[in-house]
T-cell receptor, first 114, second 114 residues
Framework: AQSVTQPDIHITVSEGASLELRCNYS??????LFWYVQSPGQGLQLLLK??????LVQGIKGFEAEFKRSQSSFNLRKPSVHWSDAAEYFC????????????FGPGTSLSVIP | NAGVTQTPKFQVLKTGQSMTLQCAQD?????MSWYRQDPGMGLRLIHY???????DQGEVPNGYNVSRSTTEDFPLRLLSAAPSQTSVYFC?????????????FGPGTRLTVT
């Protein structure tokens, strides 16, 4: 069974600073990987996803993530954070062929200091 | 195109009461799911469906029932509410394997059981 961890429960960054949110997964084969964002009081929105191919994937709102098989990681990055990026971020891992096996991490809460 | 809609947005129940959370999608997705979100635990899968007439249990199914009579609708029934079911509930739909199990979420229902 797969699992996913997000080591940072809460991160605070200054507006304009760079951001990296960590995600580590456990899965025996190449997984599907996702990052979702949840603004306060809202549902989750997909930021980006990795299925196969290029290990650096671009998403919406200027986010990118890199799949590193050797480190079992899929870290989310943004070069310059905006105040509107303050939200909860969830990493998720899915198993190919198994819809019910999409597992979500516990989330990282991002605060942005103006 | 409304996407995934959920009603109600908020609900307070007394222990032992029953209710149905409504979920509908207009994207013709075959796959639908119900998750609950609790602090520090990410999202946990309650029940899911891979098509009309087909449902199955997820990670935390006890105390909940679902049915899928149409592609569009996927209601979640709480049979006899308990305080442990106080949570935020999200419905999601997915195009399935073709989309790598990418999920589209509704805005959520915040349920309090007293």
């Amino acid at each position: 069974a797969q699992s996913v961890t997000q080591p940072d429960i809460h991160i605070t960054v200054s507006e304009g600073a760079s951001l990296e949110l960590r995600c580590n997964y456990s899965y025996g084969a190449t997984p599907y990987l996702f990052w979702y964002v949840q603004s306060p009081g809202q549902g989750l929105q997909l930021l980006l996803k990795y299925f196969s191919g290029d290990t650096l994937v671009q998403g919406i709102k200027g986010f990118e993530a890199e799949f590193k098989r050797s480190q079992s990681s899929f870290n989310l990055r943004k070069p310059s954070v905006h105040w509107s990026d303050a939200a909860e971020y969830f990493c998720a891992v899915g198993a190919r062929g198994s819809y019910d096996k999409v597992i979500f991490g516990p989330g990282t809460s991002l605060s942005v200091i103006p | 195109n409304a996407g995934v809609t959920q009603t109600p947005k908020f609900q307070v129940l007394k222990t032992g009461q029953s209710m149905t959370l409504q979920c509908a999608q207009d994207m013709n997705h075959e796959y639908m799911s119900w998750y609950r979100q609790d602090p520090g635990m990410g999202l946990r899968l309650i029940h899911y469906s891979v098509g009309a007439g087909i449902t199955d249990q997820g990670e935390v199914p006890n105390g909940y029932n679902v049915s899928r009579s149409t592609t569009e609708d996927f209601p979640l029934r709480l049979l006899s509410a308990a305080p442990s079911q106080t949570s935020v509930y999200f419905c999601a739909s997915s195009p399935g394997l073709a989309g790598g199990y990418e999920q589209y979420f509704g805005p959520g229902t915040r349920l309090t059981v007293t």
